[in-house]
């Protein structure tokens, strides 16, 4: 089992978003997306507060998390911009005293608190040092060259979810990893063989990732619905 203060929550966040501008901090029912995941982090019953940090390089970012108490790392500049260097995105890891990190996408306003406990939880109890989230499926998916990559309809049925076979699809919401395996370019584990990363089945209702202008307003819509 590992050593709870061994494990630091980090959450990344940047301004620079593409699709769609300063997405962190644009108006989102009356709040950001930001904001709901600090808040909600400091509902938690199971992560330390003093284990929690906010890595950000912009003014903006930075004075939100301040404004919640959560502890900040400064971003550089070129960390905030890469998208495929890992050991710049993380260039936090060698300035870090902890072994493991769980990091929270702050793009997924469903994402309850009782699932980023679990998630935690979880994490300190089982033997697998890289965790990963994910949404379990039941349906029919074909590979680049069209050839099908889970089971065929059974007795030349019409091919339904009831009858398909289960596949698991990255949830984009959750992370945990070891620490020193980012200065190997290693981040939550190779890929390459069963439970390396170890999977963690969250509930499809809390993973709607918002990445498009038409996801943000979409979301934000349920949202309101949600908390009126």
């Not at 980090?10 to 029912?29: D, E, G, T, V, Y």
Request: aromatic fraction near 12%.
């Amino acid at each position: 089992m590992k050593n709870i203060e061994d494990v630091a929550v980090i959450i990344f966040a940047r301004l620079n978003s593409k699709r769609i501008p300063k997405k962190m901090i644009r108006a989102f029912a009356g709040t950001t997306l930001l904001d709901i995941l600090l808040e909600k982090l400091n509902a938690s019953k199971m992560i330390p507060k003093q284990s929690i940090y906010l890595f950000a390089h912009e003014t903006e970012l930075i004075n939100i998390g301040k404004k919640y108490g959560i502890r900040i790392l400064e971003r550089s500049v070129k960390s905030a911009n890469s998208d495929s260097d890992l050991r710049v995105i993380h260039e936090w890891y060698d300035k870090s005293d902890y072994t493991y990190v769980v990091t929270v996408n702050a793009c997924l306003p469903f994402l309850s608190i009782e699932t980023i406990d679990d998630f935690f939880k979880y994490y300190l109890k089982t033997k697998h040092e890289g965790l990963f989230g994910v949404v379990k499926k039941k349906n029919y998916y074909w590979d680049q060259s069209l050839r099908l990559m889970t089971s065929a309809p059974e007795n030349k049925q019409a091919p339904n979810t009831r009858t398909a076979s289960e596949i698991f699809e990255a949830a984009h919401c959750l992370y945990a990893s070891k620490i020193d395996w980012i200065k190997q370019g290693i981040w939550l584990g190779t890929f390459k063989k069963p439970n390396d990363p170890e999977l963690f089945i969250v509930d499809e209702s809390e993973v709607f990732d918002i990445d498009c202008p038409w996801q943000f307003e979409f979301a934000e819509s349920v949202y309101l619905q949600r908390n009126i």
